[in-house]
């Protein structure tokens, strides 16, 4: 069974930064492409960035020249470092990922639990 662990959500003042952080773990046989999400109240969940294993990396407009997506495909750990956080940023933010369980399986969805990032005026 597949879990995605993620940390290093928090309260940060505007201007500040946070790094979040998302593990895989258990048996699988690779990992395809990795992500962040974000969801505010009242709003839908949207893309943030995502990461391919190539390394390839795309970001939402909102979020560009401050947050850096990347990735340590030896620790099966993604990572969101975000600088000049806004207000706008509050959100929940959840971790994605595709994981090929077996050579034979497409690869499948995975979403972590999620974590609060709050950024105050």
């Known amino acids: 069974q597949v879990q995605l662990v993620e940390s290093g959500g928090g309260l940060v003042q505007a201007g500040g930064s946070l790094r979040l952080s998302c593990a895989a773990s258990?048996?699988?046989?690779?990992?395809?492409?990795m992500g962040w999400y974000r969801q505010a109240p009242g709003k839908q969940r949207e893309l943030v960035a995502t990461v391919i294993s190539g390394g390839s990396t795309n970001y939402a407009d909102s979020v560009k020249g401050r947050f850096t997506i990347s990735r340590d495909n030896a620790k099966n750990t993604v990572y969101l470092q975000m600088n000049s956080l806004k207000p706008e940023d509050t959100a929940v933010y959840y971790c994605?990922?595709?994981?090929?369980?077996?050579?034979?399986?497409?690869?499948?969805?995975?979403w972590g639990q999620g974590t609060q990032v709050t950024v105050s005026s």
């Open positions: 994605n990922t595709y994981i090929r369980s077996t050579f034979r399986d497409q690869p499948h969805q995975y």
């Open positions: 258990g048996r699988f046989f690779s990992i395809n492409a």
